[in-house]
């Protein structure tokens, strides 16, 4: 049971390039989120999505896009990189959008130059 | 707009002090409160408060809630360096979305 992975770990890019973080969870958890956690805060949700093909916007989704085609896949799409997306994400999920206690991925460092 | 604010947002202590972190919330339909222990990796949950006033306990650290006063406080007894991390506290909201609102963090320092 490897719970939530993402992938990758660290990626650094040049502004206007796009890319995909990957995120998978093994639980058969309904609910899966995407967050940004910046220097001295905490996090911030980015999209989430209560089972599959359902998904709708947090509170930052400018500039990123999701789709849920299975229950144990959440890729988070980066469509034209900007310097203010620099962040860390965190991927996470909960057996239901009820129930709160959410499991989080390690985490991917982005940079974008 | 939902709004989690901690206090305070660093603390330096030493070895074997006692210390008391605070959330305190303005949410619509709250659900819940949640405290994440964060060591320079992914947040991991530490509690879930539902109710005032009943102390949930692991080990050194406690938690409580007030849903009165729309606070709760995370205390750690006979700290650790271990104890070392940032510590976030979340609330859950009533929605479609069961979505949870997180504060900036408070960041633990534990000296020798």
């Known amino acids: 049971n490897a719970g939530v992975t993402q992938t990758p770990k660290f990626q650094v890019l040049k502004t206007g390039q796009s890319m995909t973080l990957q995120c998978a969870q093994d639980?058969?958890?309904?609910?899966m989120s995407w967050y940004r956690q910046d220097p001295g805060m905490g996090l911030r949700l980015i999209h989430y999505s209560v089972g599959a093909g359902i998904t709708d916007q947090g509170e930052v989704p400018n500039g990123y896009n999701v789709s849920r085609s299975t229950t144990e896949d959440f890729p988070l799409r980066l469509l034209s990189a900007a310097p203010s997306q620099t962040s860390v994400y965190f991927c996470?999920?909960?057996?239901?959008?009820?129930?709160?206690?959410?499991?989080f991925g390690p985490g991917t460092r982005l940079t974008v130059t | 707009e939902d709004k989690v604010v901690q206090s305070p947002l660093s603390l330096v202590v030493h070895e074997g002090d006692t210390v008391t972190l605070n959330c305190s919330y303005e949410?619509?339909?709250?659900?819940?409160l949640l405290w994440y222990k964060q060591e320079k990796k992914a947040p991991t949950f530490l509690f879930m408060l539902t109710s005032s006033g009943i102390e949930k306990k692991s080990g050194r650290l406690s938690s409580i809630l007030d849903k009165k006063e729309l606070f709760s406080i995370l205390n750690i007894t006979a700290t650790q360096t271990g104890d070392s991390a940032v510590y976030l506290c979340?609330?859950?909201?009533?929605?479609?979305?069961?979505?949870?609102?997180f504060g900036d963090g408070t960041t633990l320092t534990v000296k020798p």
């Open positions: 979340a609330v859950g909201v009533n929605t479609n979305a069961g979505k949870s609102t």
């Open positions: 949410v619509t339909n709250f659900r819940s």
């Open positions: 639980m058969n958890h309904e609910y």
């Open positions: 996470a999920s909960s057996f239901t959008r009820d129930s709160y206690e959410q499991y």
